[in-house]
């Protein structure tokens, strides 16, 4: 004969009870191993029987059952547990969100869970209580009898419909408190909801259950078959299946060494709770044709090099009069003036590299000296005729020149002459000839 609800609970109810009579069980037996004396024999199971008959009393199914549903207040069952917020939360009260149906959300809500792990908050005098109404047979528990409004499977241990009653309405309180509370420890969050100083209280409670399912799933492709996946896709050969990851993942430590402080399911998963990464990609420019622009030193080219200029004037701003000499003029060039011109030469290099011809746009901006250094592959004859001629360096060089005074002003600590000029022009037409002379031109390779 199958095993049913009523089976299992009543097995439980006499392990327990098998719990407490094993000490008084081990005295009576060590006096019948060690004695053949009738008067000692009869005296120890006199004494086994005073102590066994309160207990035997007390696990009564009835009497049993009775007292933990009056403990069942003590339990919460719950998808969202305060005390993940703080560990010192005592007496807020847990939440219980219930499936919703396929209508009711289009949110990744607790509630969209297909199997909900439902967490126990719960003190360590009533666990057991938890674990009765968890009992489960053929998907059928006390749990979800009392979700359905009935606790059939408890009718095996009374026909007292008045004692069902008051344990049906005890047990239940351990799915839903009647007296919502909140706590001074919990992050609650006033939401204004009109003009007129009106606020919603919120307080955000941390979702037990989603975090389980987020965990199984992590888990689960941590085992030896994703190991063996992993494996082939880093010596590049097939697998039959998917390999399923979650990169760039954080581990949340929850309760310390004492987890079962905070839940049961805390508990099973060793206080971790993973997170997924949330953080927003990473910007990346693209770098385009400065066909809009009038020059290659536009505001674009200025941010890219911004962190450099603003380490250039603070260079400037705390020389002395006396430190102006030859020293002083090479670290100038090496570390500030020269790595500008290098990231120059860099911008150019990344949109030489761009489909040829893009300077032939009708809508074009950009100066014909700077347009011939950069579109380098364009087909046009009499462009490249031109570009051959080299009038544009000086060009080029003479602005950067003068992009690179304008960007260094400070009337305040310095003041830039044309010797200034003449000298970052000159730095940089004899970089840009060293970096023409690399260049490949149309046709080369």
């Known amino acids: ?22 000490p008084l069980q081990k005295v009576l037996n060590k006096v019948l191993e060690a004695s053949n004396d009738e008067i000692s024999i009869a005296a120890a199971k006199v004494a086994y029987a005073e102590a066994a008959g309160p207990i035997e009393a007390t696990f009564k199914p009835d009497v049993w059952l009775t007292d933990a549903s009056e403990k069942a207040k003590r339990v919460s069952f719950a998808t969202h547990v305060p005390k993940y917020t703080h560990s010192g939360i005592k007496k807020a009260s847990s939440v219980l969100v219930k499936n919703l149906d396929e209508t009711d959300s289009a949110y990744l809500v607790t509630a969209r869970i297909r199997d909900l792990a439902i967490d126990t908050d719960v003190d360590a005098a009533a666990l057991y209580v938890a674990t009765l109404l968890r009992i489960e047979v053929k998907s059928d528990s006390l749990i979800n009898q009392l979700k359905d409004g009935h606790i059939k499977s408890l009718e095996y241990f009374t026909d007292d419909i008045q004692l069902l009653n ?3 309405e005890n047990f239940k309180m351990a799915l839903e408190s009647k ?3 909140s706590h001074t420890l919990s992050k609650q969050l006033y939401f204004p909801v009109k003009s007129d100083d009106i606020y919603h209280l919120l307080c955000p409670l941390f979702s037990s259950s989603l975090s389980q399912k987020l965990y199984e799933k992590v ?17 590049g050969s097939f697998h039959e299946e998917f390999d399923i990851a979650f990169p760039k993942i954080a581990v949340q430590k929850i309760g310390g060494a004492n987890t079962q402080n905070i839940s049961q399911l805390n508990v099973g998963r060793f206080g971790q709770s993973f997170l997924l990464n949330a953080a927003p990609p990473k910007w990346q420019s693209q770098t385009k044709p400065p066909v809009h622009f009038s020059t290659l030193f536009n505001r674009q080219f200025s941010f890219r090099v911004g962190l450099l200029l603003r380490e250039f004037k603070t260079f400037l701003a705390n020389l002395r009069q006396d430190e102006r000499n030859f020293k002083l003029r090479y670290k100038r060039d090496q570390q500030f003036i020269l ?20 300077s032939l746009d009708q809508a074009r901006k950009l100066k014909v000296e700077h347009a011939l250094w950069l579109d380098v592959r364009n087909p046009d004859e009499s462009f490249q005729r031109e570009r051959e001629k080299g009038d544009w360096l000086p060009v080029v060089a ?3 020149a003068s992009w690179l005074k304008r960007q260094l002003k400070n009337d305040e600590y310095y003041k830039l002459s044309d010797t200034e000029h003449a000298w970052f022009e000159k730095l940089c037409l004899k970089q840009l000839q060293r970096f023409e002379r690399a260049t490949p031109k149309l046709g080369e390779s």
Do not use: H
């Open 1 to 22: 004969m199958e095993e049913t609800l009523s089976d299992a609970i009543a097995n439980y109810i006499e392990q327990r009870k098998q719990v407490k009579l094993e």
């Open 398 to 400: 003479a602005d950067f």
């Open 219 to 235: 888990v689960a492709t941590r085992n030896e078959k994703s190991k063996e996946i992993r494996g082939s896709r880093k010596e």
């Open 179 to 181: 007296n919502k509370s």
């Open 339 to 358: 790595p500008i011109i290098d990231e120059l030469m860099n911008y150019a290099a990344s949109i030489q590299l761009m489909p040829r011809g893009w």
């Open 166 to 168: 008051s344990w049906f």
